[in-house]
């Protein structure tokens, strides 16, 4: 029975951290990027549109390079957001969300399809053609 404490934990941990190492590798593998101008302006709408719609907790900091919703409470089980956008080279920028929350047991929604349905949301967004 001791034996089964520490597997458990791994288990529990393993859950906490809201992603599978298949989702872990698809979330690095479809961070959104963008170039300045109207493609980062679209991008970044939308990772602003994402969060309204998809997260329970309301953004608490928006500006052209963070958006970050409240943090919630310790029992809270909603999931939270930070995203920047950072600079890579010349003119090119990557929009980054690290997703959070504070309960071990469960997230709303959970963080790892949380934070893979906003990259493939802001990865959709185009500039509008004139």
Known sequence: M???APVALVLL???ATGATQVQRDEIQRTVPTCSSGADCDAKWKAAQVWITKNLRLRLQIATDVVLATNTGDEVSAYTAAYVTKE???GA???ILAKMSCPNLFRC???IGEATLG???YVNAASAPKD
């Open 108 to 110: 709303f929604p959970p």
């Open 13 to 15: 941990f393993g859950c």
């Open 118 to 120: 906003f990259n493939r």
């Open 92 to 94: 090119t920028y990557r």
């Open 2 to 4: 001791k034996r089964l």
């Open 87 to 89: 600079p890579l080279r």
